[in-house]
T-cell receptor, first 113, second 114 residues
Framework: GQQVMQIPQYQHVQEGEDFTTYCNSSTTLSNIQWYKQRPGGHPVFLIQLVKSGEVKKQKRLTFQFGEAKKNSSLHITATQTTDVGTYFCAGPLTTDSWGKLQFGAGTQVVVTP | NAGVTQTPKFQVLKTGQSMTLQCAQDMNHEYMSWYRQDPGMGLRLIHYSVGAGITDQGEVPNGYNVSRSTTEDFPLRLLSAAPSQTSVYFC?????????????FGPGTRLTVT
């Protein structure tokens, strides 16, 4: 079955530095979503990517969907303490089940002031 | 507009006990789902529903039952609790249609089975 994998599992970042987290799927995805979960909180939707090669930006966050639609990345520039949390990517379990999401294990981000 | 609400926030059960985790949403979303979150494993889909009267299994359905009698409510029943069901449970809802199918998550229920 499909597997969604994220690397790295942990990311320690100095405040002001940039970092990237990656999401890889064993199968082609119709779309991919990214969520952020603050410590002790619930996942909150960040963005959805649908098109091959799509790039979307939200302030300091840049999301990219691979040309083959099997991988995605989240790049954060000038990391701030507010970026602390776990970032998850999620893709549909099957091609016709947009709502049945399979989540990656997440990248836990710790920011050092 | 409360969004997605879950009760209780915390629960401790003994092995073999049963209970129902409540989930409600006031956004008139057709799609609702239940996930469990365990350390290092992300969120895993337990059951989901695409509308009242329609439910289906996700990745890890064993030991759980659901029903959807109304659009608003989607309770999750643990039939006979086991220590392996110790986890944080999240309910989520989503609009079904074209465009972004972002899922709105509830605050979660932290369940411990002893």
């Amino acid at each position: 079955g499909q597997q969604v994998m994220q690397i790295p599992q942990y990311q320690h970042v100095q405040e002001g530095e940039d970092f990237t987290t990656y999401c890889n799927s064993s199968t082609t995805l119709s779309n991919i979503q990214w969520y952020k979960q603050r410590p002790g909180g619930h996942p909150v939707f960040l963005i959805q990517l649908v098109k091959s090669g799509e790039v979307k930006k939200q302030k300091r966050l840049t999301f990219q969907f691979g040309e083959a639609k099997k991988n995605s990345s989240l790049h954060i520039t000038a990391t701030q303490t507010t970026d602390v949390g776990t970032y998850f990517c999620a893709g549909p379990l099957t091609t016709d089940s947009w709502g049945k999401l399979q989540f990656g294990a997440g990248t836990q981000v710790v920011v050092t002031p | 507009n409360a969004g997605v609400t879950q009760t209780p926030k915390f629960q401790v059960l003994k092995t073999g006990q049963s209970m129902t985790l409540q989930c409600a949403q006031d956004m008139n979303h057709e799609y609702m789902s239940w996930y469990r979150q365990d350390p290092g494993m992300g969120l895993r889909l337990i059951h989901y529903s695409v509308g009242a009267g329609i439910t289906d299994q996700g990745e890890v359905p064993n030991g759980y039952n659901v029903s959807r009698s109304t659009t608003e409510d989607f309770p999750l029943r643990l039939l006979s609790a086991a220590p392996s069901q110790t986890s944080v449970y999240f309910c989520a809802s989503s609009y079904m249609g074209q465009g972004a199918y972002e899922q709105y998550f509830g605050p979660g229920t932290r369940l411990t089975v002893t």
